[in-house]
């Protein structure tokens, strides 16, 4: 079976499993996203170095095969900032996937990720501009250091999968920050994390891409802010 038919009976397997809580990690706010349209389900992904001043976001709008993810400045009009999450449970739209959860599903992922991240959520964050699903997901096209993060298929590998990595987690002015480590990563010492480029600025041009980076560690503990990320549910200016 296929990693898209096997997680087309996702949410039925969820209903034996049942969900994962949520609190402090999410902030729930009301049923839209950047843009109204987007529904309940949307969600807005910002970078511990520029807070929420600064979303994920499609550049140029492109529904394209590796079109670059950016970051670009908040906005409750802009379908650019439309996410919407795929591993979830359908009774719950706010509650992820575990790594365990999707193990038990076959999903694809190697023995090495199902034990080591266990318990963290997994997310394929879909490019959903007005509520529209693409098909295209956040991604990479190789799971090498340095590799460029753009919209690729949905479904199809771990490529398009993030894990949120409690373990590191980091509060830092009211918020839990994480990294988030690309699922295909089979290193679990400094696997591939979600990264900023450094020095970048989102108002920048042209505009830095986001990259899957070797993770930076400190021997003092401290984690590297271009690596860190949190998520935000809800209407963007309102309750993000």
């Known amino acids: 079976m296929s990693i898209k038919s096997k997680l087309l009976v996702a949410a039925t397997t969820l209903s034996l499993l049942g969900g994962v809580g949520v609190a402090g990690a999410l902030t729930a706010g009301s049923a839209s996203a950047a843009t109204p349209s987007c529904g309940p389900t949307c969600i807005n992904l910002y970078n ?16 394209k095969l590796n ?6 400045r908040s906005s409750d009009s802009d379908p650019a900032l439309d996410f919407t999450t795929n591993l979830v449970a359908t009774f719950n739209p706010f509650t992820p996937l575990t790594v365990a959860q999707l193990c038990k599903l076959g999903g694809g992922l190697g023995a090495g990720t199902c034990a080591r991240y266990a318990s963290d959520w997994v997310w394929e964050t879909q490019y959903s501009p ?14 090498t250091s340095g590799a460029p993060v753009s919209l690729q298929p949905c479904g199809v590998s ?4 993030w894990i949120s990595d409690n373990a590191h987690r980091y509060f830092h002015k009211g918020h839990f920050y994480t990294p988030w480590v690309n699922a295909a990563s089979t290193n679990f010492t400094q696997p591939l994390v979600l990264t900023y480029p450094t020095n970048g600025y989102p108002t920048d041009k042209p505009r830095p891409q986001l990259t899957a980076t070797t993770q930076t560690t400190f021997s003092s503990g401290a984690p590297a802010q271009n690596q860190m990320w949190a998520v935000c549910v809800g209407e963007v200016g309102i309750s993000c």
């Open 158 to 161: 771990a490529k398009t999968w």
């Open 130 to 143: 007005y509520g529209v699903n693409s098909g295209l997901c956040v991604g990479v096209a190789t799971a």
């Open 67 to 72: 079109q670059p993810v950016i970051l670009f």
């Open 48 to 63: 511990q170095q520029f807070g929420k001043a600064f979303y994920q976001d499609v550049f140029q709008q492109s529904i």
